[in-house]
């Protein structure tokens, strides 16, 4: 047996709490007991999500099935939105628009810089028309972080126009004050900060998200935002909901609250901050610009002349430490290191550790143990 | 604490087995540890439908999730789709395909009668562009078994026509040859006779439905049938899977391939027909017609002068045995016994204990026993 440690930005580690409260007894979700959970469920949700304006609906899918929730649920065909995008999933949110035959614009900036709220305001003055600002606000492709706040404050101005956000990653790593800065929709997955297997997606929606999902004609069912809020007025869902892993996220929902969100958000900033601190100190370089870094997931690039898929292999198979390798172009060029949901300090540690080790089979030069002490130094403070 | 036991229609029990297999600590999906589960799901699942030629897609939702998926992956706005229905769920196929600009006639029974394949003749031979015929092999709502096979061949006849099973509470319950019979999309959900919590759902597509398919206009993204296809060839799945659900449908394909498909059959007829004999021995009339009872679900009358919640609820509450009500016009006219998944013949003796003795609290006039005695006598064969 070799302990094993998953450092990915999803599926996260799920804590034997949660694990347990979804292998009690299968109970039936039309039931007063159920009916709690349900209760219990949404309450959480919207602390977590910041919001007591929005109505946050749950589906049993995973976060591509909430990101077309959202395009179906907003929009006309035909309707006029723009999707700034920094990695693999702000082109998902494009390409599902294109599905649904929306007119796209795309503000694309590489996977290693942030969505300019400037570029939006600039689309948004000579589109005044346009229906929706669509936004990933933690890109876990590329570790890049989203200044959503920014962007709400440029789409306040445009009372027909609704801003999406892709929090899938955010949610319970980094700040999402959904009422406060104005996000219309904000969605996120199970799987991720909400530290529970994947299956199930959360989605708000404001008020002003409600008026857009008035006037949509897209076709839907399965994902019907109407039928969704009707059913939750009783404290149920209008088809089968995914009963363990409801009863799971209200387990996660109460370890959460039991932290609070603020300590939250602030244990992700320091495990972020010491996973940089020793990559840098073991001289390899981050991916994502200083001006856009997440707290979910840290992205660097495999050291000129290193096989990047070995590093993640030797990692997993040695170690037993899996970390994520990179997407798309970056496959095999940038290792990704999650730390997002149920983490602590030492799994910090012992992933730099796993890393100095394998390092050093790949014969890299480098002072074993400087990456450990400066993650040390940094989670001190 | 009262033990308590669970008859309904779904969700069903889940074993133990199952259960535990569903709590072990999280894994990744893109690795060959995950790759190994997907490959025993899918060829359980291929067993469990009795097919070699089709291919089983596995999606991240619920049964409704799957029904929609084969309306927006078969077909094109304007399509001529028959529906032939006998309950809610038949109901509800024929919204999803309205919902897509389907030309929908629909054969309406009522609750209680079987659908006639003569019917379904007639339809095709008077719309012979007709695309897809649609049906719902086991109505969990009325107990009504339908005769898919002989559907099946009068659909052969039209090349462009496919048909479309509703096997939700059928797979696992009933005989499904998918093959033989030549049924081109049969789906099904995790909760039911896979004895697994709900989250998951399976689609079975023949090579017919795939050309259907090639000539689908319809927008589909989460649900696309081609995705699934493409990525299952390489053991993966285009978006996150349900790891967790998945993990447990692999045990549970394990303990279903260990009794063997036609031993459950035979064990699902045998506990249905030991609920019915046991039912009228009470004096209590069943709800499905004779020529086609399910073995999933056994409706029955609530007698004549009886409260039909309260026998429900005096069941739940003080005898901790959870049965089904009716659903819309049969609220409180009928309960539903769910005997589908994992079952043995000691859940029937105990619901029928549990009835006899509401039904004593309820001042309905019987031999105490009676039912029981039938019972046995039924089991024992």
């Not at 020793?278 to 610009?289: D, N, Q, T």
């Not at 290191?337 to 390092?359: P, R």
Request: aromatic share 8%.
């Amino acid at each position: 047996m070799r302990k094993k440690y998953l450092m990915t930005p999803g599926p996260t580690p799920v804590p034997s709490e949660v694990l347990l409260a979804q292998a009690r007894p299968m109970i039936h979700h039309r039931t007063p007991d159920f009916e709690q959970v349900v209760r219990e469920c949404v309450e959480g949700l919207k602390y977590v999500f910041q919001t007591e304006q929005s109505d946050v609906l749950l589906f049993a899918c995973s976060g591509t099935g909430a990101m077309e929730s959202a395009v179906v649920n907003c929009f006309c065909a035909g309707d006029k939105v723009v999707v700034g995008y920094n990695g693999k999933f702000g082109q998902r949110m494009e390409q599902i628009s294109k599905t649904y035959g929306l007119e796209v614009t795309k503000l694309e900036y590489g996977w290693q810089k942030v969505v300019d709220p400037a570029d939006i305001a600039a689309y948004l003055a000579a589109n005044p028309d346009a229906r929706g600002v669509i936004v990933t606000q933690s890109e876990t492709s590329s570790g890049v972080l989203n200044d959503v706040e920014a962007i709400a404050r440029v789409v306040k101005d445009y009372p027909d126009c609704v801003l999406i956000v892709d929090s899938i990653t955010g949610i319970g790593a980094v700040d999402v004050q959904t009422d406060a800065w104005g996000l219309d929709v904000v969605m996120t997955g199970s799987q991720k900060g909400l530290m529970l297997p994947p299956g199930l997606a959360a989605v708000s929606v404001s008020p002003k998200a409600w008026r857009a999902c008035e006037r949509s004609t897209l076709p839907k069912f399965y994902f019907d935002w109407k039928k969704h809020a009707k059913s939750l007025e009783k404290d149920t869902t209008p088809f089968t909901p995914a009963v363990s892993l409801m009863i799971g996220l209200a387990e996660s929902l109460r370890l959460m609250r039991e932290e609070g969100i603020e300590n939250i958000i602030a244990r992700h900033a320091r495990l972020a901050e010491a996973t940089r601190q020793g990559c840098e100190a073991l001289g390899l370089e981050l991916f994502a610009p200083a001006e856009g870094r997440g707290n979910a997931v840290t992205p660097v690039w495999v050291p000129e002349g290193l096989d990047g898929k070995k590093l993640v292999s030797i990692m997993k198979n040695r170690h037993g430490v899996t970390v994520a390798g990179g997407q798309d172009d970056y496959a095999g060029r940038i290792f990704r290191v999650g730390h997002l949901g149920y983490f602590g300090d030492f799994d910090i540690i012992t992933t730099l550790a796993a890393l100095e080790m394998t390092l050093v089979e790949l014969g890299y030069d480098f002072e074993p143990g400087s990456g450990i002490k400066a993650a040390e130094k940094a989670l001190i403070g």
